[in-house]
């Protein structure tokens, strides 16, 4: 009961917190998805209902590896140089708590992205989707597991400018380099072993699977994964904001 | 027994710095302690392993008897703090801030309600209680700080730098409402730069200097460790020379501190500068804190 307690008051006061900026995030991200959507279609020209269905669903991945990569672990790495994850860490709260609060908010502010960016792909491309009910884990479950990935890499990492480095360069490779937004077969063998070790991979497979009929998707082992790298980042996460230095 | 007792604590970082060197106090309950020392001396190590956020590389913290190196978690249950730094909360109002951190410390929605309106009103903060943290000003921002530390109960309150850009009417509420929380007996452990504030208000204190407690007692007690110095305030005319035996204070112009063997001559001294005119007025006393901690920290104080 103290446990929800407190996840329910740090998501309260780390939203507060960021009410000003809540809308512009949402905005930006809402941006970035329709720009790739439109923006593909402008590079490829005709793009195939069966192409767009893939493009769209690897945008909205997009729209949370963007919160979960990037936002998240620069927000932690503000947090810790402006003394304001300390001070949480002087309150008698639970760590999990704390980390599942700030995922929360990467889920708020990666919803806006997600849901415009699957309206967009649809009005554009015309992709027919086969919802399952399963998108109600997945998403969830994309998110615990990238944002986990974030904040360990941003409590993990030393400075605040190494963050932002490794977070920029990391979404950069995710459009670029990964069976995110590019189809895997379409990768060489080098990137498609490297992406085989990171969850986006998983996250973009497991959105498919839950929203499409598209081929060569892997739900199960996809959930499966994703839900293994959740409780490790989680776990690292906050282990390292247990420890004492 | 003391409420907290720390014995022979050390902490030594990774790089190689001893930041804490043998710090042993035993601080009691409703007691006002207050830790002095100039900047890096290690009263932030001290905290930081009070609260159970860095690890003492020896020694031992006990809050109540409880070991709290083995148990931080005990620790931050029975302690209130008000970081250095101000609560980066950006877009949180102040009334927001002091409500949630009372839910975090484990107070019920009425409770924490019922707290932080009394905190609002003792601090006088009713004006500012919808103004965000990022817009607040400095000594506001101070004060929604410092009732963040004090809205739960705590066997310890630890305060470092609270009344830092707070004005002069708040600052006094604020000392009230710690003198309130003794009374309680809440023991309060002030982390400090303000010589003025520590003279006036606490009940003891340690001089930290380069890890390690220089000084330690009541403020009236240290004076009288130094009773070989005194303090001569002059108000003088343009042009006085100074006796050799007085060594000015190139920050404070007019006050000298002399040896106490000296005093026959420099009271002589004194009539004559005044009888010729120089002097004006003059007042020989004790030295003050700033003396001690002068004294006891060295020259190469910032």
């Given amino acids: ?245 | 027994m003391p409420v907290l007792d720390i014995q022979s604590l050390v902490k030594r970082y990774r790089n190689g710095t001893m930041a804490n060197d043998g710090i042993s106090l035993a601080i009691e309950e409703g007691e006002l302690f207050g830790l002095l020392g100039p900047n890096g001396a290690g009263k932030t190590t001290l905290v930081g392993q009070l609260l159970g956020l860095l690890k003492p590389t020896a020694g031992s913290i006990q809050i109540d008897g409880v070991d709290v190196v083995a148990r931080p978690g005990y620790a931050r249950e029975q302690i209130g703090f008000l970081p250095q730094a101000q609560v980066a909360m950006d877009d949180v109002h102040i009334d927001e801030l002091i409500f949630a951190v009372a839910r975090l410390r484990g107070l019920s929605r009425s409770e924490a309600r019922a707290r932080t309106e009394a905190l609002i009103e003792r601090l006088q903060l009713s004006q500012f209680r919808a103004t965000s943290m990022r817009a607040a000003s400095g000594g506001v921002r101070r004060l929604a700080g410092f009732a963040t530390a004090v809205v739960a109960p705590a066997r310890i309150v630890v305060l470092d730098e609270p009344t830092n850009d707070v004005d002069p009417l708040r600052r006094r509420l604020l000392w009230d409402a710690i003198a309130e929380m003794r009374e309680e007996g809440t023991t309060v452990l002030l982390v400090t730069h303000n010589l003025h504030e520590a003279e006036r208000f606490l009940d003891r204190l340690a001089i930290i200097e380069h890890g390690r407690i220089v000084r330690e007692g009541a403020p009236a007690d240290l004076r009288s460790v130094v009773t070989e110095r005194l303090r001569l305030e002059v108000t003088a005319t343009n042009g006085l020379q100074p006796h050799p035996a007085l060594d000015c204070e190139p920050d404070r112009p007019g006050s000298y501190l002399f040896d106490n063997a000296d005093l026959v001559i420099v009271s002589s001294w004194l009539e004559e500068r005044r009888k010729a005119g120089e002097i004006v007025d003059f007042r020989i006393g004790p030295p003050s804190l700033e003396d001690i901690y002068a004294a006891s920290v060295g020259a190469d104080t910032p």
């Fill in chain 1, 1 to 245: 009961m103290r446990f929800l307690t407190q996840y329910f008051e740090l998501t309260r006061l780390q939203l507060l917190s960021m009410r000003s900026d809540v809308f512009i995030i949402s905005l930006i991200n809402i941006a970035f998805v329709a720009g790739f959507i439109f923006g593909f279609g402008y590079l490829f020209g005709d793009v195939s209902s069966r192409a767009g269905a893939f493009l769209t669903t690897g945008v909205a991945t997009n729209a949370i590896i963007v919160v979960g990569l990037t936002m998240m672990p620069q927000f932690l790495a503000e947090a810790k140089q402006q003394g304001r994850l300390d001070y949480f860490r002087s309150l008698p709260i639970s760590r999990e708590a704390y980390i599942l609060s700030l995922l929360t908010v990467v889920l708020v502010l990666s919803l806006p992205g997600i849901v415009l960016g699957l309206l967009t792909g649809w009005w554009r491309y015309d992709v027919s989707f086969d919802i399952s009910p399963v998108i109600l884990l997945v998403v969830p479950l994309a998110v615990l597991s990238l944002g986990g990935f974030g904040a360990a890499i941003a409590i993990l990492s030393p400075r605040l400018q190494l963050t932002n480095a490794i977070s920029q360069l990391s979404i950069f490779y995710f459009i670029f380099f990964a069976p995110v937004l590019l189809p895997r077969e379409n990768l060489p063998t080098a990137l498609q072993r490297t992406a085989d070790l990171l969850p986006p991979t998983y996250a973009a497979d497991a959105v498919r699977a839950s929203l499409t009929d598209l081929e060569g998707t892997h739900l199960e082992r996809s959930l499966l994964v994703l839900l293994g790298f959740a409780v490790a980042s989680i776990a690292v996460a906050a282990a390292s904001i247990r420890r004492r230095a």
